[in-house]
């Protein structure tokens, strides 16, 4: 009990921002009309994507005679960095029709 | 100046850029004009964001150089791969696409948490706290991983629709073995790595199980649903680094990601927890209404060419179908080629049309067609008594009348286009087979209508000829 509380005490900014960021992640998207949902879907897959900085710390920290971590953190970029350019990517394909079509 | 402090500034500086672009490009993804540039802005700052962490994040030292190699390779293998893929992958493939590339998000957040689990065991003070946060890393990672995995394969027609028996039941038991084993190593601080698997292999065979038994029709809901999953997993890799640009990057997507899950649902008329409990409706109640079926009336493609030459309004109702069939540039030269002779052609965009909700808008852009022309449901809906002739293509349970008068079949209540509301209604269609929801569709007995029984594209390549000898 006194762990967790100590937890949520040391990480009460952190709490803070992660409530705020539920709030917004919601206020933000509310009014996206139905023509956007699959761009809008395709680019938060993207941001998420952001799980690749994780990666590259586990890569940056990783004891170079760690194996395990190499390995496994080496993995873990290839990865994260699929999820970011290929949802970039993808959502700007599906963008760009959106575009030709204004003119 | 000291330079180490400098770095770790030009490091959070450039988090706070970044968390802001999230932001911004989220933002900019939800009005038509701005979307490509909102998406271009959330990519930059990622660029940003990642380069930072490299240079800043720690002091390079020499005896790293392994390291760092590997990390640029890593980087230089995944763009690689991932511009291949994006720039190769047809535009009917792009649900299953993006179903990919999130579950390698997913694995990512996954490889993360084993890696951090093994650091506790080398040392370093075990908290609870820090405990909890990897292990749900771990679990929501992999299960967005495989379950992703499922659905991409799903959607590509590699796996079929199975539901185990007693399926629900399993998958209960499978969460509270997940949960036990997890709070196990949690509050015991036991640093067991043959547990640490087994709770990776539980977790990757729930994603499978959990995706495994969902029809078709509610796929988008749940790779939308596997999207937030994955927002969450990276905001918890935020929670172990302390990193604000992880954490808000996971958490918007994660918040904006369930509220996009529920505008599916809700455009379904479908429930949550329906989707994710039951396979789509069931076909006990539809037996009921099987028995009264009228006489199904087909057309010539000549008479229909005539019909569609001589309205004044015609509608075009798009579905999967004319995806499948790739027909959406044949629709787009019969659209001009009515212009020219006069008619006025609309499409009438249901939001669940294709295989997520906005997906045919993202079709028919690639085949040209003008903005102005794609009506949103309730627009068409208003339009559909002034029409003479709606022409169905493809599209099945997003224009079946059950959906308003028949209180006990499975999508009752769904909005639907009503093209029972125009003068003559014309269905193109491969065969008399059901819609993805499984269930009649009475539409095709009704008085009004006529079947064109083919190909979409075939079909509308010889309604093309046939209106040039007009």
Redesign the interface.
């Given at each position: 009990m006194e762990e967790i509380l100590s937890l949520f005490y040391e990480n009460r900014e952190f709490i803070f921002l992660i409530i705020v960021s539920i709030f917004l992640g919601i206020e933000v998207i509310s009014n996206v009309p139905a023509v956007l949902h699959t761009p809008l879907m395709s680019g938060a897959n993207a941001i998420h994507g952001v799980v690749i900085i994780g990666s590259i710390i586990i890569m940056l920290q990783a004891d170079p005679g760690n194996y395990y971590a190499l390995v496994l953190g080496f993995l873990a970029v290839i990865l994260g960095t699929l999820n970011v350019v290929g949802g970039f990517v993808v959502t700007n394909r599906m963008l760009e029709m959106f575009k030709k079509k204004s003119k | 100046m000291d330079t180490k402090l400098l770095g770790l500034s030009l490091l959070e500086l450039s988090y706070i850029a970044?968390s802001v672009t999230?932001?911004l490009?989220?933002?900019m993804?939800?009005?038509?004009?701005k979307?490509?540039k909102?998406?271009?802005i959330?990519?930059y700052g990622?660029g940003l964001?990642?380069a930072a962490?490299?240079l800043f994040?720690?002091e390079f030292s020499p005896?790293?150089w392994?390291?760092?190699t590997?990390?640029l390779?890593?980087?230089i293998?995944?763009?690689v791969?991932?511009?291949r893929?994006?720039?190769k992958?047809k535009?009917t493939a792009?649900?299953q696409?993006?179903s990919?590339?999130?579950g390698?998000?997913g694995?990512?957040?996954g490889?993360?948490s084993?890696?951090?689990f093994?650091?506790l065991r080398?040392g370093g003070d075990v908290?609870?706290?820090?405990l909890i946060v990897i292990l749900l890393g771990l679990i929501i990672g992999s299960v967005s991983f495989s379950g992703s995995m499922i659905a991409y394969g799903k959607l590509e027609g590699k796996i079929a629709d199975k539901a185990l028996p007693a399926g629900q039941i399993i998958n209960i038991l499978l969460l509270i073995a997940i949960f036990g084993l997890a709070g196990f190593l949690a509050i015991s601080g036991n640093l067991s790595m043959p547990m640490l698997y087994g709770l990776l292999a539980l977790s990757l065979l729930y994603g499978v199980l959990f995706v495994m038994p969902i029809g078709g029709a509610d796929m988008p809901v749940v790779?939308?649903l596997l999207?937030s999953f994955?927002?969450m997993?990276?905001?918890f890799?935020?929670?172990?680094?302390?990193?604000?640009?992880?954490?808000?990057?996971?958490?918007?997507?994660?918040?904006?990601?369930?509220?996009?899950t529920v505008?599916?649902c809700t455009?379904m008329n479908r429930s949550l927890t329906n989707v994710i409990i039951g396979s789509f409706g069931g076909g006990n109640a539809a037996s009921a209404k099987s028995g009264e079926q009228g006489t199904i009336k087909e057309i010539s493609v000549t008479d229909a060419a005539i019909l569609l030459a001589y309205a004044n309004k015609v509608s075009v109702v798009p579905g999967y179908g004319l995806a499948v069939a790739q027909a959406q540039h044949t629709v787009h030269n019969l659209e001009k080629l009515l212009e020219d002779k006069g008619v006025e052609l609309t499409y009438a965009?249901h939001?669940v049309a294709g295989r997520?909700?906005?997906?045919m808008?993202?079709l028919l852009?690639?085949a040209?067609?003008?903005?102005p022309k794609?009506l949103?449901m309730e627009d068409a809906n208003e339009a559909m008594a002034n029409t003479d002739v709606v022409l169905v293509i493809g599209a099945n349970d997003v224009v079946n009348p059950a959906a308003e008068n028949d209180p006990s079949s499975p999508i009752y209540g769904m909005p639907v286009v009503k093209v029972w509301n125009a003068k003559n209604i014309i269905v193109l269609k491969r065969s008399m087979g059901k819609g993805y929801a499984g269930i009649e569709n009475e539409l095709f007995f009704h008085p009004k209508n006529r079947m064109l029984f083919g190909d979409a594209k075939d079909s509308l390549e010889k309604l093309i000829a046939e209106l040039k000898n007009l």
């Amino acid at each position: 009990m006194e762990e967790i509380l100590s937890l949520f005490y040391e990480n009460r900014e952190f709490i803070f921002l992660i409530i705020v960021s539920i709030f917004l992640g919601i206020e933000v998207i509310s009014n996206v009309p139905a023509v956007l949902h699959t761009p809008l879907m395709s680019g938060a897959n993207a941001i998420h994507g952001v799980v690749i900085i994780g990666s590259i710390i586990i890569m940056l920290q990783a004891d170079p005679g760690n194996y395990y971590a190499l390995v496994l953190g080496f993995l873990a970029v290839i990865l994260g960095t699929l999820n970011v350019v290929g949802g970039f990517v993808v959502t700007n394909r599906m963008l760009e029709m959106f575009k030709k079509k204004s003119k | 100046m000291d330079t180490k402090l400098l770095g770790l500034s030009l490091l959070e500086l450039s988090y706070i850029a970044a968390s802001v672009t999230f932001i911004l490009g989220l933002k900019m993804l939800s009005s038509p004009d701005k979307a490509r540039k909102g998406n271009l802005i959330a990519g930059y700052g990622m660029g940003l964001a990642i380069a930072a962490t490299i240079l800043f994040k720690e002091e390079f030292s020499p005896d790293k150089w392994l390291n760092y190699t590997l990390i640029l390779a890593g980087l230089i293998i995944g763009t690689v791969i991932g511009v291949r893929m994006a720039l190769k992958v047809k535009m009917t493939a792009m649900p299953q696409m993006v179903s990919f590339f999130n579950g390698m998000g997913g694995a990512c957040a996954g490889v993360i948490s084993l890696v951090e689990f093994d650091h506790l065991r080398h040392g370093g003070d075990v908290s609870t706290g820090m405990l909890i946060v990897i292990l749900l890393g771990l679990i929501i990672g992999s299960v967005s991983f495989s379950g992703s995995m499922i659905a991409y394969g799903k959607l590509e027609g590699k796996i079929a629709d199975k539901a185990l028996p007693a399926g629900q039941i399993i998958n209960i038991l499978l969460l509270i073995a997940i949960f036990g084993l997890a709070g196990f190593l949690a509050i015991s601080g036991n640093l067991s790595m043959p547990m640490l698997y087994g709770l990776l292999a539980l977790s990757l065979l729930y994603g499978v199980l959990f995706v495994m038994p969902i029809g078709g029709a509610d796929m988008p809901v749940v790779i939308s649903l596997l999207n937030s999953f994955t927002g969450m997993a990276a905001a918890f890799g935020g929670f172990l680094y302390g990193n604000q640009a992880m954490l808000t990057g996971g958490i918007l997507v994660g918040s904006a990601g369930t509220i996009l899950t529920v505008l599916m649902c809700t455009a379904m008329n479908r429930s949550l927890t329906n989707v994710i409990i039951g396979s789509f409706g069931g076909g006990n109640a539809a037996s009921a209404k099987s028995g009264e079926q009228g006489t199904i009336k087909e057309i010539s493609v000549t008479d229909a060419a005539i019909l569609l030459a001589y309205a004044n309004k015609v509608s075009v109702v798009p579905g999967y179908g004319l995806a499948v069939a790739q027909a959406q540039h044949t629709v787009h030269n019969l659209e001009k080629l009515l212009e020219d002779k006069g008619v006025e052609l609309t499409y009438a965009i249901h939001p669940v049309a294709g295989r997520m909700p906005g997906h045919m808008n993202v079709l028919l852009a690639e085949a040209d067609v003008p903005y102005p022309k794609l009506l949103e449901m309730e627009d068409a809906n208003e339009a559909m008594a002034n029409t003479d002739v709606v022409l169905v293509i493809g599209a099945n349970d997003v224009v079946n009348p059950a959906a308003e008068n028949d209180p006990s079949s499975p999508i009752y209540g769904m909005p639907v286009v009503k093209v029972w509301n125009a003068k003559n209604i014309i269905v193109l269609k491969r065969s008399m087979g059901k819609g993805y929801a499984g269930i009649e569709n009475e539409l095709f007995f009704h008085p009004k209508n006529r079947m064109l029984f083919g190909d979409a594209k075939d079909s509308l390549e010889k309604l093309i000829a046939e209106l040039k000898n007009l």
